[in-house]
């Protein structure tokens, strides 16, 4: 003759792991978004010039939506819940360009894919290092072209290290936009010396 077994304590056993279940996906980290910002608007005279920002070139370790944090010389962690709220291939011209227009006084200026673009001035940028750290800040490697429509183009280097105001993911954003600014300046200086507007340089530069 069997033993019937007792069907109660596998109903239990059932009902704790469906709890643990529904604790553990109630518990998943919410996601967070952030966007590279361009400096404030400052007075700016008239400049009656037209400026194009190519799209930007990044290295591939970096050019992906989640944050890319590195926690040692040879180690970095891809944040899945600290993400990008657009392509940095986007992000970066836009901020780019919306600087120049501030920093090049009432200049037009565009930026994106449209290589058809009338321009007085093109802008080409190859980003060697992009690098994100919360215990460091932002550092930013790039090299630039500047291309007008008559004499050579001007080529240049920026190295932009931006402390973090905030040990956290929105500090790092924060930084890498005034990274940014700092080579706007610095291509505004090489588009339109004339018409470059002065701006206080972003600590840590």
Same mark, same amino acid.
């Given at each position: 003759m069997r033993a019937k077994l007792d069907p109660g304590p596998l109903r239990h056993a059932a009902a704790a792991g469906m709890t643990?279940?529904?604790?553990?996906?109630?518990?998943t980290p919410k996601e967070?978004?952030?966007?590279?910002?361009s400096a404030p608007p400052v007075e $700016? #005279?008239? =400049?009656?010039?037209?400026?194009?920002?190519?799209?930007?070139?990044?290295?591939?370790?970096v050019d992906r939506t989640p944050m890319v944090i590195r926690t040692g010389?040879?180690?970095?962690?891809?944040?899945?819940f600290h993400r990008w709220a657009e392509p940095l291939k986007t992000a970066i011209p836009r901020v780019l360009a919306a600087n120049l227009s501030q920093l090049v006084g009432g200049a037009r200026v565009s930026s994106g894919r449209q290589g058809g673009t009338p321009a007085d001035y093109r802008v080409n940028v190859e980003i060697a290092r992009f690098? $994100? #750290?919360? =215990?460091?800040g932002a550092t930013l490697e790039a090299t630039w072209t500047v291309a007008g429509k008559t004499g050579a183009p001007v080529q240049g280097r920026t190295l932009a290290r931006v402390p973090s105001a905030s040990v956290d993911?929105?500090?790092?954003?924060?930084?890498?936009?005034?990274?940014?600014?700092?080579?706007?300046?610095?291509?505004?200086?090489a588009i339109s010396p004339p018409h470059a507007t002065p701006r206080p340089a972003a600590r840590g530069g």
């Open positions: 643990m279940l529904l604790l553990g996906c109630g518990s967070s978004f952030y966007t590279l910002s $700016s #005279s008239t =400049a009656a010039v037209s400026i194009h920002v190519s799209t930007v070139s990044l290295p591939d370790a010389p040879n180690q970095v962690e891809i944040e899945d690098e $994100s #750290s919360l =215990a460091e993911h929105a500090g790092i954003a924060s930084a890498h936009s005034r990274a940014l600014d700092q080579l706007a300046r610095e291509i505004a200086a």
